[in-house]
């Protein structure tokens, strides 16, 4: 038997609950692996999958929990042996198939990655869902032609996951960092992670106009809707904007001036999907360039039962920073 946060819906309706299930539960999956978790993290998805405000889960019962690390104890895939330390993030746990907030998890080897060097399996659940995402898009604006000294990058939804991860990324790698946030008494904070401003999402977060003063030279969002939009209005003539997320919604209520006029590219960031090398190079990024002490005071510690009183609060963006869980306690 092992602990976990299950998901059901029946008859009786939609529920989440910490359960103890026994290993038959777990998902046949040929040339599987088990992991023997030590870590999850409660990310915006998993607080829609806890309350059944979204439509993510789609399979019942399922464990929720869409990122974990832990060690192999088992593996019919010859490129995991027992004790290995890996990490997952994506491919569908958590929503079609049995996630990281449980104890343990049966997955797909080509889903899994080595915990990088020099990486604790907390630290690495701290990065989480959430980081890798973050890194994926200073990935894109890295690519793009972004680099320090080309002008200010703004972060939306700076505290939380997403956003304060990409704080420290990109102060840690030299840029001006504007913190955009709702929760401006998190001002301390997002300084601490390094942002050079912080300013009120009100700024954006309003219908605005099809062009603004160009301001960014390129942006991390994890907002959406009007936000996003009047990212792009001021975004800088050939900057770019990263988008990862739809806190505010999925709309995107913009105009194509700043495309045609300014030039600036979207890039749209998939993390749920993204192929083994683009995992593996963002991974790699993660563990040679955040700085791990601010990565400590970003992240918080709670129970399994913790991360299901966490579901709506993450929803109603009252979680700072990352929300480890240690599935054990």
């Not at 998993?46 to 889960?57: N, W």
């Not at 019962?61 to 690390?69: M, N, S, T, V």
């Not at 000294?149 to 001006?176: E, I, N, P, Q």
């Not at 062009?211 to 975004?235: F, I, M, P, Q, Y």
Request: glycine letters at 14%.
């Amino acid at each position: 038997m092992f602990r976990a946060l299950v998901i059901e819906k029946d008859d009786a309706g939609y529920r989440a609950s910490v359960q103890a299930v026994g290993e038959d539960r777990l998902p046949v999956v040929d040339g599987g692996v088990t992991v023997d978790i030590a870590y999850s993290t409660v990310n915006y998805k998993d607080g829609l999958a806890i309350t059944g405000k979204g439509p993510v889960v789609r399979k019942f019962p399922l464990h929720a929990g869409i990122d974990f690390a832990g060690t192999v104890s088992a593996s019919d895939d010859p490129r995991f042996k027992p004790g290995d330390e890996v990490l997952l993030n994506g491919w569908g746990v958590g929503e079609s198939h049995s996630g990281g907030l449980a104890q343990k998890a049966r997955v797909k080897g080509d889903w899994l990655l080595p915990v990088p060097h020099g990486l604790s399996l907390k630290q690495a659940m701290a990065i989480g869902t959430a980081g890798y995402t973050a890194m994926l898009c200073v990935l894109a604006l890295e690519k793009h032609g972004v680099a320090p000294g080309s002008g200010d990058v703004l972060v939306t939804g700076a505290a939380g996951g997403v956003g304060s991860v990409a704080v420290a990324l990109l102060a840690k790698l030299g840029h001006r960092v504007v913190a955009s946030t709702g929760r401006v008494a998190e001002t301390d904070f997002l300084q601490g992670l390094g942002a050079a401003e912080v300013i009120d999402r009100a700024e954006l977060s309003a219908p605005g106009k099809p062009l603004g003063k160009e301001r960014w030279a390129g942006v991390v969002d994890s907002v959406g809707s009007h936000t996003l939009a009047n990212a792009c209005a001021t975004t800088r003539y050939g900057g770019a904007v990263a988008a990862c997320g739809l806190a505010q919604g999925m709309d995107l209520p913009g105009s194509v001036a700043p495309f045609i006029l300014r030039g600036i590219t979207l890039y749209g960031i998939d993390s749920v999907m993204a192929p083994l090398p683009r995992r593996a190079e963002a991974w790699a990024r993660l563990a040679r360039d955040l700085d791990l002490a601010r990565l400590d005071a970003l992240t918080t510690e709670t129970t399994l039962e913790g991360a299901l009183a966490a579901g709506p609060e993450i929803l109603a963006g009252r979680v700072r920073g990352r929300l480890v869980v240690d599935v054990n306690r």
